[in-house]
């Protein structure tokens, strides 16, 4: 849910077209790919389409995409009516930008604009022009309708939402602390803490999703000046609350306690010639001057046997 909307949609897409292919409703796979084959052009070819236009869907749309119109329309990507016995569909702005959206993110990851042409990116442009002014008129109004979102996050981590939606709320909870919850009539305040952002990334949340949302979803004031969207501090904790993630490393290994020098070093030599050494102490001894090993644990019974069979040969 903190991905953007066409990135939600194409989630929905795919999770159909499993439970498209589980749930028996064609004949047999080849069907079921071929209704696939045949969505995904028409999705394609609704990014040409104009918003509100009406397309005929009897003559011009085939046996297969016509009955995925009617599943398509609950997910909000057309509207089908019927006029005179003839079945029309008007495409709407999510089905239309589903494309185009999609392009804007991929130019974005790679960092160089390749893989999408400048007029796209002018018409991925121009829609979040629009819809920056959608929203600050939204933010104008005295009573708020409740579609809208606008953050503003603070060098203190207080972060303030005008919103009046029940599921901005719960989207905010997902990386906020909940028992910092504040509420006036059309902002809400949160505080993002430590704890907060971990449990996000209990649930599967990446860092990157959470900057990328609040980012998005910045207030349309924040866009006017030279002032980041995120304040520095704010994101750089972000992303170093990510990384303690991988700090420490957890291994199970076998240990083993060398009798002298030589077997600790035909030892050594074994375990990184088979790639299973982890750790050695060759200048840390135990109490009775004996060197430590230790491998894989996956590796034990492998370089056990070697140690059983350097034993017999060298010290019978």
Known sequence: MLQEVHVQVW???????DRLLKSGKSSGKNDVQKLQKEAILFLISLSYTTIGTAYRGNSVLSKEVRFLLKDFSCFGLLYVCKV??????YPTRVAVNLVVGSLTDSSQSEGNGKGISESTSKT??????????ALESELAKPVPGSNHLAIILQTNFVLSAYTTSPLHVSMLGLFCDVNSFRRLPNVIFYRITRDSIKSAFKLGIQAKQILKFLKMHAHPHLRTGDQPLIPSNVEDQIILWDREQTRVRMEEVYTLQCRSTEEYAASRKFALEEGIFSWSSEEQRNSEGQNRIMVRYKSAKKFDTFVRLWRRDNLS
Do not use: D, E, R, W
């Open 124 to 133: 991925a442009l121009s829609c979040s022009a629009v819809a920056t002014m």
């Open 84 to 89: 005179g016995g003839v079945t029309l569909f």
């Open 11 to 17: 989630q929905f897409i795919m999770q159909y077209f």
